[in-house]
């Protein structure tokens, strides 16, 4: 493309970008098709599963469901033919044994309390036992909540391993490894340099949105970790209880995340944009907002972790690097997304318009954009990337309530990191923050992960407060 | 330039019996006694050179003004010389001494005070602990001492005899209770230039004292700056108003595209058709007082925009004037 | 229906959280109101503080002033560590790493391999024991039901009160004297401070100092009666006290500690209110979603103060902090 390229060759390649996203998430459906709700993988799958049932209860159809995962500590390797034993109130009980991906998952009668048991004489010979105090558990399971996890780890070591971080971002895809000896840094560097990477550009997409919206009214959006969560629940929703195909679900979400967006600036930003708030007040309105749309979902939603239908087996498999086709997938789904975005911004009159509100808004304003207007589609556009972003967090990891806020430091590190208000800088410091956080997991404990992103975001705000792409001037 | 002491005479403030400068008038030339002195100062904006002073001389106990067209670097090459921004390269001494690179509070406590072309007065503060402000070596800043009031009870009673005698000065006295945010746009401009003079200032520098004040209250405005002067004190000033240079300045110093172009007596200077050139030539059709707090705006950001927008705005002087009133309005 | 909840609520007027909080919440009044420093992370000066405390006081048996002094110092090197890159910047930068540090001292302390010292995710349990050594109250029951308390209870709310007597005079004190003028002209505009010659940057260190011991305080008091938990610092906690501040009014010595009370007894009412609601089936909820409700009413409230009465329910409209 030349350099001065007519609106019609942009439409053009707009266009194609939503054509080549549409056919990407369209061939995630053969392969959702095939995985299945979790919650019916079970009844798909039920040779492999093999279930004991004494209290069958059709996982598939039950409204209330646990599942359980049987993994290694070491290399998170399924455990298949581990038995488990749920009970609960009113005499429920039910065997179940884990199938060959380590999984099945038991129907319940109704929500309440269940104890999970995992029988140790059933594991395998040098498999070792549960991790210490998680046999046997109590889960709460909250109505109309289906896979609600009781994951166990199996050690063979004593004791001394890490225990999960809070808002625990296990990334079940990414970090499988055969490796029987011991790993070498090469086999222990690569699975999380590919998760990172994922995971920065999951991140990159939530970011765009905090940028632009900074960019173009002075906000810093505290509420924006909601918007993340709003469209992982909604996918979660339209791919779960509602059964829509996985790719339905994601474009749901970005459908949804973007009216969310538009509905928040029109019936609280704006109106307090006109009301000439100041910006410090503005903030803390979000966090006002943040705090009661997240216990809001909890209070929908329930507080235990939400797993998107998903087919959990490795699709590709280089070297240590194990993928599940929803991990690539997602990760090319949100590059073109990222270069649709970095077209628009360039390219586009909306774009220009963009950052010309951005550099300054009572210019832009003279020169005849309709400040408003870009502003509207800026919280539509922001609002649906953190939906699509958070959908696909939710086929990459798990979704919770809270899945967005304890992602929300991490989107303002990668934001700062790359350099406030700048869109680009988003993408760097989002890839930088992501492969930080994974990479930082070789040496220190799961739990120090976020602590090591947000202590890189207070060493680059000492050594380069503008950000890596930031300009000197602006940080006033 | 040749010499042109023989027409200046007339227009030279009767004030002023002895002459200003040394040698050839000209850009950067030498002053018989000079307060602030700086040499190659530089500044630059991404690509843009918006600061670049070989040499300059700021005349003692003078009113100097510092004129030029939008973008000319004259807000910039303030902050530089009193702390509030860091230059590229340069050096500049203060009463002899190096000033470069001290912080802007220590700039101030060495006698260099300064106002902004955005007035900042302190709104939430009334206009009596504005003036308080000002005053320095104040014992009760301490925040040991400051929990102890026995300590600084006294000067806090000097300091604000001192301002009430002040405000009494700037017709501001009867306010000293109210919050400075009810006071208006010209009474704002007044109450700053009356808090810088808290701390007995020798060099005043007042970045546009009279964008924004209403007429009526300009006439009093000059009088206090000529008043600065009878009291011992220098006066370097930012003014677009050439009424007002001209009433008031002792030495006009042109700047243009960041340089010094041409320094002079003030009816001396407006006569230079280089100056003529570098000032109006671009803008003639537009009233320059109105743009300078836009591109002021603009100096820091995009280039290829500002340079997009400014022309816009200069081809389109209702525009112009339409941002000026935005202007006003997010200001106040 | 039980209705103890009422009185229960009313408890909170006097209750060790409510002091804990408004020391907090006073500290947040000396950084936000006062100084306008826009600190997020005030759940982090008051972990730092309560950490300090216990880990002194239970690890290495300090007696109890000993460890006070070791949590005051815990809050200053905070404060220094927060402070140094962030001051300098713009306000926004500020809260972002302010709400960060808090996270990371959140993170960090529930590590497993530094468990032993602090306890992990369990916290530290009995840092009081030296403080009620100090207890000169006969051991009895004190009160009327359903309030009653014992003579540790009474020793702590007698001393935590009179915290907050001392503390909110020497704040009352600091505001009124040129240094605290110099602090509120720097939440206006610090250009403006700087180029009347006062050392800005030192200042707001002085003035996040100051309040980040505050904070650092009001977790030792809130910690006594119970225990030091990690998780009760967690961001929640900062916007709890940015509603208390604004509760009451952000730019006064009153405010933080008046807001404190009526966020306190209003939530323990509205939690009773609730309680009664679900289990007598009047409104369909659950009681494992009752818990998430009170988080909603403070984000709510939050944003309605903001936005309606910034100056507090109790502050004058002309006294509004958000100016602009």
Redesign the interface.
């Known amino acids: 493309m030349t350099t001065r390229s007519s609106p019609h060759s942009h439409r053009a390649v707009v266009g194609a970008a939503v054509a080549l996203l549409g056919g990407l998430l369209l061939s995630m459906a053969p392969l959702s098709a095939t995985a299945a709700p979790l919650t019916a993988a079970s009844a798909v799958e039920a040779p492999a599963s093999a279930s004991v049932r004494s209290a069958t209860i059709d996982p598939a159809s039950a409204t209330e469901s646990i599942g359980v995962w049987v993994r290694l500590d070491s290399n998170k390797a399924a455990v298949a033919g581990v038995k488990v034993t749920v009970t609960g109130s009113g005499g429920f009980s039910s065997d179940v044994v884990s199938g060959a991906d380590g999984k099945v998952t038991v129907g319940l009668p109704g929500a309440g309390d269940y104890t999970v048991k995992l029988d140790e004489t059933s594991v395998p010979a040098g498999d070792g036992v549960p991790r210490a105090g998680t046999n046997p558990r109590t889960v709460t399971v909250a109505a109309n909540s289906t896979g609600v996890p009781a994951y166990f780890l199996l050690t063979t070591a004593t004791g001394g391993s890490s225990t999960s971080a809070p808002g625990s971002t296990t990334s079940p895809g990414s970090s499988s490894s055969d490796a029987s000896s011991g790993p070498s840094l090469f086999d222990l560097l690569v699975p999380r340099l590919a998760s990172g990477l994922i995971f920065g550009l999951l991140l990159a997409l939530a970011c765009i949105g905090v940028s632009l919206i900074y960019g173009t009214t002075g906000l810093n959006n505290f509420a924006h970790g909601e918007l993340v969560t709003f469209g992982g629940l909604m996918g979660w929703v339209l791919a779960g209880p509602l059964g829509l195909p996985g790719p339905i679900a994601v474009i749901g979400a970005l459908v949804l995340g973007g009216v969310m967006g538009y509905v928040q600036d029109l019936g609280l930003w704006r109106p307090l944009r006109k009301k000439g708030v100041a910006l410090i007040p503005l903030m803390i309105v979000s966090v006002g907002l943040s705090l009661a749309l997240r216990y809001t979902f909890q209070v929908i939603f329930g507080p235990g972790t939400l797993v998107a239908p998903n087919d959990t087996s490795a699709a590709v498999n280089w070297g240590p690097v194990h993928l599940r086709s929803s991990d690539l997938i997602g990760a090319i789904v949100c590059i073109v997304l990222l270069l649709l975005v970095a077209f628009v911004l360039l390219r586009t009159r909306i774009g220009k318009a963009t950052r010309a509100v951005s550099d300054n808004k009572a210019l832009a304003a003279a020169s005849g954009i309709n400040v408003e207007r870009v502003i509207r589609l800026v919280w539509i556009g922001g609002g649906a990337l953190a939906g699509i972003a958070g959908a696909l967090i939710g086929y990459y990891q798990t979704i919770r309530w809270d899945t967005g806020a304890s992602i929300l430091l991490l989107i303002f590190a990668a934001v700062t990191l790359g350099g406030l208000g700048t869109a680009f800088g988003a993408l760097v410091g989002s890839i930088i923050i992501g492969l930080f956080i994974e990479v930082s997991t070789i040496w220190l404990p799961a739990n120090l992960k976020f602590v090591a992103a947000l202590v890189v975001l207070i060493i680059i705000l000492l050594i380069r407060p503008q950000g890596i792409l930031g300009k000197r001037d602006r940080i006033g | 330039m040749s010499d042109q002491s023989a027409t200046t005479d007339v227009n030279v403030n009767v004030n002023d019996a002895k002459q200003i400068y040394i040698g050839d008038v000209g850009p950067g030339v030498k002053k018989r006694d000079p307060i602030l002195i700086a040499d190659s100062v530089t500044r630059t ?2 690509g843009n050179t918006a600061v670049n002073v070989e040499h300059v001389e700021i005349p003692r106990n003078m009113i100097t003004a510092l004129i030029g067209p939008n973008g000319a670097g004259k807000t910039t090459f303030f902050n530089l010389l ?1 702390g ?1 921004d860091k230059p590229n390269s340069g050096n500049w001494t203060y009463d002899g001494q190096k000033l470069a690179g001290v ?4 700039v ?2 060495r006698g260099m ?4 072309q955005l007035t ?6 009334s206009v009596m ?1 504005n003036m ?3 005053a ?1 070596k ?6 040991f001492r ?2 102890l ?1 026995f300590l ?1 009870r006294d000067q ?1 009673k000097a300091n604000t005899a001192k301002a009430m005698e002040l405000l009494g000065r700037f017709k501001l006295d009867t306010k000293k209770d109210d ?1 400075a ?1 009810s006071l208006s746009g010209g009474q704002r401009k007044l109450l ?1 230039m009356a ?2 003079l ?2 007995d200032p020798d060099l005043v520098m007042l970045d546009e004292p009279m964008a924004g004040v209403n007429p009526a209250l300009t006439q009093s405005l000059l009088g206090h700056i000529l008043g600065l002067k009878d009291q011992g004190m220098t006066v370097l000033f930012v003014e677009h108003d050439m009424h007002m240079v001209q009433t008031i300045a002792d030495w006009v110093i042109v700047m243009a595209e960041g340089k010094i172009v041409a320094e002079g007596y003030p009816s001396v200077v407006m006569q230079d058709q280089a100056v003529i050139d570098a000032y109006l030539g671009a803008h003639h059709d537009v009233d320059l007082g109105t743009l300078t707090g ?1 591109l002021a ?2 100096e ?3 280039p290829h ?2 340079e ?2 400014r022309e ?2 200069s081809a389109d002087p209702e ?1 112009a004037e ?2 000026a009133e ?2 006003n309005r ?1 200001e106040q | 229906m039980d209705f103890t909840f009422i009185p229960l609520a009313f408890g909170q007027l006097l209750s060790p959280q409510t002091i804990g909080f408004a020391l907090a919440a006073l500290g947040l009044a000396v950084h936000f109101g006062f100084g306008g420093l826009l600190n997020f992370g005030q759940a982090g000066f008051m972990s730092v503080g309560g950490y300090f405390f216990a880990i002194t006081a239970v690890k290495f048996g300090f007696p109890f002033w000993l460890s006070l002094v070791a949590a005051i110092i815990g809050a200053v090197i905070f404060a220094f560590i927060l402070g140094i890159p962030t001051l300098r910047l713009r306000a926004d930068y500020l809260s972002i790493v302010t709400i960060a540090a808090a996270e990371i001292v959140r993170y960090t302390v529930q590590t497993p391999q530094i468990a032993p010292f602090t306890g992990g995710s369990d916290g530290i349990n009995g840092s009081s024991a030296a403080f009620d050594a100090l207890n000169p109250i006969p051991p009895g029951r004190y009160g009327i039901a359903p309030l009653l308390y014992s003579a540790s209870d009474l020793w702590i709310i007698i001393c935590g009160w009179g915290a907050v007597l001392v503390l909110g005079l020497l704040v009352w004190q600091l505001m009124r004297s040129p240094w605290g003028r110099v602090i509120k002209g720097i939440r206006e505009d610090e250009d403006a401070v700087r180029s009347l010659g006062k050392n800005v940057y030192a200042y707001k260190m002085q003035a996040l100092i100051l309040g980040g011991v505050l904070g650092a305080l009001g977790a030792v008091v809130a910690i006594i009666p119970t225990s030091l938990q990690p998780e009760n610092f967690g961001t929640q906690t900062t916007f709890f006290l940015f509603t208390i501040i604004l509760l009451g009014g952000a730019t006064t010595v009153l405010g933080p500690i008046i807001g404190s009370i009526i966020f306190w007894v209003v939530l323990s009412l509205s939690d009773g209110i609730l309680s009664i609601l679900v289990t007598n089936h009047i409104v369909p909820l659950s009681t494992v979603q009752q818990g998430p409700i009170r988080f909603i009413i403070v984000g709510v409230a939050l944003m309605l103060l903001v936005i309606f009465r910034p100056q507090g329910i109790l502050g004058k409209k002309r006294e509004t902090y958000f100016s602009v």
Do not use: C, H
Not at chain 2, 103 to 106: D, G, I, L, S
Not at chain 2, 120 to 125: E, F, G, R, T, V
């Open positions: 904006f991404g009193t509030f912080p802007a509070f220590k101030a406590r005070v300064r106002t902004f900042k007065s302190l709104a939430l503060l602990e308080r402000l000002g320095t104040q014992k009760g800043e301490n925040i400051a929990m009031p600084w806090e919050y945010a700053e808090r810088a808290m701390s836009q705006v603009a820091d950001i995009d925009l500002v997009e927008l816009e705005v525009l339409e941002l935005e202007q997010t």
